[in-house]
């Protein structure tokens, strides 16, 4: 293991046993402590303490100091300095500890200050260096409050210590060399800072970890040992090896919290924020012995007691102390505040305005909508309401990624932001939804054609440029008009958007009454189609495509049908319907897996390709499943190529090019083919689209409306079949309806056609019939 931070899956299976080193060490010197104790009754005194209690207290630290080490090893961040510090205070007590029984052994005197007391006092140090850099909360501004509290709890008892122990007893002893006294002075004030340092850093962290309970009580065995031992000194009473107990069962505690097991959750890694730990009594507990200090003091000058330079000195430093951690406190706290005022603001701030573009957000445009409608109903004010959503959105997102749809939404809030007056609240009302709201008389419809002015221009998307378009919805109340509420006239606006929509996109519609009543049943009609998508209720027909020179059939359109509350509903209508309401891949899905099954059962008794073609809307370009879903459909049924082609419109193929391009060659590759419908309606020439690879050319109806009755446009119609043949690209003209129609056709060597006259659209029931007759042209 070369981390503290456990295995996720231990904590599941239950916590790791100790590690088999550091629980031998820790075994080892529990057994040689239980030996020496059971010496100290067989042999001599002074020999037992000579040998036995010197190396007890000398393996003890040892044990110590390899198992906290170790634990440094396997930890990390700050734990690994408090380990690293606390196993090299050990080392270096069991260092003076050698010297020590070195000298003891060879009946050797002891000095006093000795090289052991180095060892001694670097344990001290080294320890307290380890608790400061323990993660008990608060981060470095904790360390550094830990670090004020030991020194002014060690200043106030080390006077309480002064007035009643150590002042006598120095004022008694006269002569003492400087170094003796500086070093008797420094264990007792040292053992205090432990002994203050364990209770802080125990209190103050976060969880109570047993390991930290272990070093604490180390910790403190050793400081109250270090006083039991010079009391008895100072009082003649040392009774030998009973009395060092207490170091080698400090030492062995600090063992046993280097052995113990990992905790089952992480501290904080260097770096990260850590917060304040520990209760009020946590927080309260440096005051104690300041209080008891400072009572003590004042109590000894109202008797009339003088006070030396160490009780001045240590007072000062106490007093100082204490207000300036009264000074930190109170910038702590201005600090907090400060953070504390600045969130909330920016709670304020995130709570009324989009996270992304900074706009607006719903419950602030509703929220001034209201305050200018109750302007509107007080003095007359009008106040209109400009609803945007971008045409197509959806399609920039599928074929660029979200991140660009993004980035995308927040150019066209820049944008919108400088189209409009300082006064205008515009909102990004969510998605592809903003929203103005234009008060103190500004003009609805110049303020939206400023904004799709604005728009105009492409967008740089990822480097690229991207068109962008907006249907917007108008809605504005003058002063005659009557009261309404913020959300009527924000859904009338929306209504207004719907219908600029329907109307062909790119444009704007201001709000009449009567838009309400289509656009409700327009969404009534939504939820209709989404409860017969989920009963497979949206069925195909199938309508004929003949040789013209065989007469049989050659092919089959599916037309989309369905029938809703007892009536009709065209494709038309549903189809735009069910992309606006998010079901358009739904609905497609459902289709092609309906074609598919049928073209798999027709095509058993026939000795050519049948083909079948399926209209797809051209937003379906921009699906990323559409190429997997024909996929599996073409080898679920085990297609052939040819079986089944995809018709798309001439508008829809060259709005999405280059996404067009990928998926037709992709489809090729599948033996799908690709047909261009209604060809003749749009802009573009058969030579542009000859590089598309199409299946078919499906010539729109309005090219054969006169072509028996007007020779110019026969001549025209002509032409086309002539450069479709030099560009080897199947012609299919739709719409024949009267035999005229069909013998011109005949005449200008169409090959294939499709129309009432030939046949209408029939269920897929009736289509074996139709495939079994020998045609269905009969001269």
Same mark, same amino acid.
């Given at each position: 293991?070369?981390?503290?931070?456990?295995?996720?899956?231990?904590?599941?299976?239950?916590?790791?046993?100790?590690?088999?080193?550091?629980?031998?060490?820790?075994?080892?010197?529990?057994?040689?402590?239980?030996?020496?104790?059971?010496?100290?009754?067989?042999?001599?005194?002074?020999?037992?303490?000579?040998?036995?209690?010197?190396?007890?207290?000398?393996?003890?630290?040892?044990?110590?100091?390899?198992?906290?080490?170790?634990?440094?090893?396997?930890?990390?961040?700050?734990?690994? +300095?408090?380990?690293?510090?606390?196993?090299?205070?050990?080392?270096?007590?069991?260092?003076?500890?050698?010297?020590?029984?070195?000298?003891?052994?060879?009946?050797?005197?002891?000095?006093?200050?000795?090289?052991?007391?180095?060892?001694?006092?670097?344990?001290?140090?080294?320890?307290?260096?380890?608790?400061?850099?323990?993660?008990?909360?608060?981060?470095?501004?904790?360390?550094?409050?830990?670090?004020?509290?030991?020194?002014?709890?060690?200043?106030?008892?080390?006077?309480?210590?002064?007035?009643? #122990?150590?002042?006598?007893? #120095?004022?008694?002893?006269?002569?003492?060399?400087?170094?003796?006294?500086?070093?008797?002075?420094?264990?007792?004030?040292?053992?205090?800072?432990?002994?203050?340092? $364990?209770?802080?850093?125990?209190?103050?962290?976060?969880?109570?970890?047993?390991?930290?309970?272990?070093?604490?009580?180390?910790?403190?065995?050793?400081?109250?040992?270090?006083?039991?031992?010079?009391?008895?000194?100072?009082?003649?009473?040392?009774?030998?090896?009973?009395?060092?107990?207490?170091?080698?069962?400090?030492?062995?505690?600090?063992?046993?919290?280097?052995?113990?097991?990992?905790?089952?959750?992480?501290?904080?890694?260097?770096?990260?924020?850590?917060?304040?730990?520990?209760? /009020?009594?946590?927080?309260?507990?440096?005051?104690?012995?300041?209080?008891?200090?400072?009572?003590?003091?004042?109590?000894?000058?109202?008797?009339?007691?003088?006070?030396?330079?160490?009780? #001045?000195?240590?007072?000062?430093?106490?007093?100082?102390?204490?207000?300036?951690?009264?000074?930190?406190?109170?910038?702590?706290?201005?600090?907090?505040?400060?953070?504390?005022?600045?969130?909330? +603001?920016?709670?304020?701030?995130?709570?009324?305005?989009?996270?992304?573009?900074?706009?607006?957000?719903?419950?602030?445009?509703?929220?001034?909508?209201?305050?200018?409608? +109750?302007?509107?109903?007080?003095?007359?004010?009008?106040?209109?309401?400009?609803?945007?959503? /971008?045409?197509?959105?959806? #399609?920039?997102?599928?074929?660029?990624?979200?991140?660009?749809?993004?980035?995308?939404?927040?150019?066209?809030?820049?944008?919108?932001?400088?189209?409009?007056?300082?006064?205008?609240?515009?909102?990004?009302?969510?998605?592809?939804?903003?929203?103005?709201?234009?008060?103190?008389?500004?003009?609805?419809?110049?303020?939206?054609?400023?904004?799709?002015?604005?728009?105009?221009?492409?967008?740089?998307?990822?480097?690229?440029?991207?068109?962008?378009?907006?249907?917007?919805?108008? $809605?504005?109340?003058?002063?005659?008009?009557?009261?309404?509420?913020?959300?009527?006239?924000?859904?009338?606006?929306?209504?207004?958007?719907?219908?600029?929509?329907?109307?062909?996109?790119?444009?704007?519609?201001?709000?009449?009454?009567?838009?309400?009543?289509?656009?409700?049943?327009?969404?009534?009609?939504?939820?209709?189609?989404?409860?017969?998508?989920?009963?497979?209720?949206?069925?195909?027909?199938?309508?004929?495509?003949?040789?013209?020179?065989?007469?049989?059939?050659?092919?089959?359109?599916?037309?989309?049908?369905?029938?809703?509350?007892?009536?009709?509903?065209?494709?038309?209508?549903?189809? @735009?319907?069910?992309?606006?309401?998010?079901?358009?891949?739904?609905?497609?899905?459902?289709?092609?897996?309906?074609? $598919?099954?049928?073209?798999?059962?027709?095509?058993?008794?026939?000795?050519?390709?049948?083909?079948?073609?399926?209209?797809?809307?051209?937003?379906?370009?921009?699906?990323?499943?559409?190429?997997?879903?024909?996929?599996?459909?073409?080898?679920?049924?085990?297609?052939? @190529?040819?079986?089944?082609?995809?018709?798309?419109?001439?508008?829809?193929?060259?709005?999405?090019?280059?996404?067009?391009?990928?998926?037709?060659?992709?489809?090729?590759?599948?033996?799908?083919?690709?047909?261009?419908?209604?060809?003749?309606?749009?802009?573009?020439?058969?030579?542009?689209?000859?590089?598309?690879?199409?299946?078919?050319?499906?010539?729109?109806?309005?090219?054969?409306?006169?072509?028996?009755?007007?020779?110019?446009?026969?001549?025209?119609?002509? +032409?086309?079949?002539?450069?479709?043949?030099?560009?080897?690209?199947?012609?299919?003209?739709?719409?024949?309806?009267?035999?005229?129609?069909?013998?011109?056709?005949?005449?200008?060597? $169409? @090959?294939?056609?499709?129309?009432?006259?030939?046949?209408?659209?029939?269920?897929?029931?009736?289509?074996?019939?139709?495939?079994?007759?020998?045609?269905?042209?009969?001269?």
């Amino acid at each position: 293991m070369t981390s503290s931070s456990p295995d996720p899956a231990a904590g599941a299976r239950g916590a790791d046993p100790l590690p088999l080193l550091p629980t031998a060490a820790v075994a080892s010197a529990g057994a040689l402590l239980v030996v020496a104790v059971g010496l100290a009754f067989v042999m001599p005194p002074d020999v037992h303490d000579r040998v036995v209690s010197n190396l007890a207290q000398l393996v003890a630290p040892a044990a110590a100091a390899g198992t906290l080490l170790r634990r440094a090893r396997r930890s990390r961040g700050r734990l690994r +300095a408090t380990w690293a510090a606390l196993g090299g205070a050990c080392a270096c007590w069991a260092a003076g500890q050698a010297w020590w029984a070195a000298q003891e052994m060879t009946g050797a005197g002891i000095p006093f200050p000795s090289v052991a007391d180095v060892g001694f006092v670097a344990f001290a140090v080294l320890a307290a260096v380890g608790l400061l850099l323990h993660p008990a909360g608060g981060g470095g501004r904790g360390r550094w409050r830990r670090t004020s509290d030991a020194v002014m709890c060690t200043g106030a008892v080390g006077l309480v210590s002064w007035q009643f #122990v150590l002042g006598p007893v #120095v004022a008694r002893e006269t002569g003492t060399p400087y170094l003796e006294w500086l070093l008797f002075l420094t264990y007792p004030a040292l053992d205090v800072a432990l002994i203050v340092l $364990c209770l802080l850093t125990a209190a103050r962290a976060r969880r109570q970890r047993p390991d930290l309970l272990l070093v604490c009580a180390g910790l403190l065995a050793l400081s109250i040992s270090d006083g039991t031992f010079a009391y008895l000194q100072a009082t003649m009473m040392y009774a030998g090896f009973s009395a060092d107990l207490g170091w080698v069962v400090g030492f062995l505690l600090l063992a046993l919290a280097g052995a113990a097991r990992e905790p089952a959750a992480r501290e904080p890694e260097e770096g990260q924020p850590e917060r304040d730990g520990g209760s /009020l009594v946590a927080h309260l507990l440096p005051y104690a012995p300041v209080a008891v200090g400072l009572v003590t003091t004042v109590v000894h000058v109202a008797l009339g007691w003088e006070l030396g330079i160490v009780e #001045v000195g240590l007072s000062t430093v106490v007093i100082a102390l204490l207000l300036s951690r009264q000074y930190l406190a109170l910038r702590e706290n201005l600090r907090l505040s400060a953070e504390l005022a600045g969130r909330e +603001a920016l709670l304020r701030h995130q709570a009324f305005h989009d996270v992304l573009t900074g706009l607006a957000n719903r419950a602030l445009f509703l929220d001034r909508l209201e305050h200018a409608l +109750a302007l509107h109903r007080r003095d007359l004010r009008p106040v209109a309401v400009v609803f945007l959503d /971008l045409d197509d959105f959806k #399609v920039v997102n599928d074929t660029l990624g979200h991140a660009a749809g993004d980035e995308l939404i927040v150019r066209v809030a820049e944008r919108l932001r400088g189209a409009m007056r300082d006064g205008d609240t515009v909102a990004r009302l969510g998605g592809d939804e903003f929203a103005v709201l234009l008060e103190d008389g500004g003009d609805a419809e110049e303020a939206t054609a400023r904004a799709l002015e604005a728009l105009r221009t492409p967008c740089l998307v990822g480097g690229r440029p991207v068109a962008v378009r907006a249907s917007v919805g108008i $809605c504005g109340l003058g002063p005659d008009d009557p009261p309404v509420r913020p959300d009527t006239l924000l859904a009338r606006s929306d209504t207004a958007m719907y219908a600029a929509k329907r109307s062909g996109k790119d444009k704007a519609v201001v709000y009449r009454p009567g838009l309400s009543l289509e656009e409700v049943e327009l969404e009534g009609l939504a939820e209709r189609l989404r409860r017969a998508l989920a009963a497979r209720e949206v069925t195909l027909a199938y309508q004929p495509i003949v040789d013209l020179v065989t007469g049989r059939v050659v092919a089959l359109e599916a037309l989309a049908r369905w029938t809703t509350e007892g009536r009709a509903v065209g494709p038309e209508v549903f189809v @735009p319907a069910a992309e606006r309401a998010g079901l358009l891949d739904e609905l497609t899905g459902q289709l092609l897996a309906q074609a $598919c099954e049928r073209a798999a059962g027709w095509a058993v008794d026939r000795d050519d390709v049948l083909s079948v073609h399926v209209n797809v809307a051209p937003a379906t370009l921009a699906w990323p499943e559409l190429v997997p879903r024909v996929r599996d459909l073409v080898d679920w049924h085990e297609l052939v @190529p040819g079986q089944l082609v995809l018709e798309l419109t001439e508008s829809g193929l060259l709005a999405h090019e280059e996404a067009a391009e990928r998926v037709i060659r992709e489809l090729a590759d599948l033996g799908v083919g690709v047909s261009l419908d209604d060809f003749g309606v749009g802009q573009s020439s058969l030579a542009r689209l000859g590089a598309l690879s199409l299946e078919s050319v499906k010539i729109d109806r309005s090219f054969l409306a006169r072509i028996d009755t007007d020779e110019r446009e026969a001549t025209l119609l002509g +032409a086309v079949f002539r450069l479709a043949r030099d560009l080897a690209l199947p012609v299919i003209a739709e719409g024949v309806e009267r035999p005229g129609q069909l013998a011109a056709l005949r005449r200008m060597g $169409c @090959p294939q056609a499709q129309g009432f006259l030939l046949s209408r659209p029939v269920p897929a029931a009736a289509v074996p019939d139709l495939l079994g007759s020998r045609g269905v042209l009969t001269g």
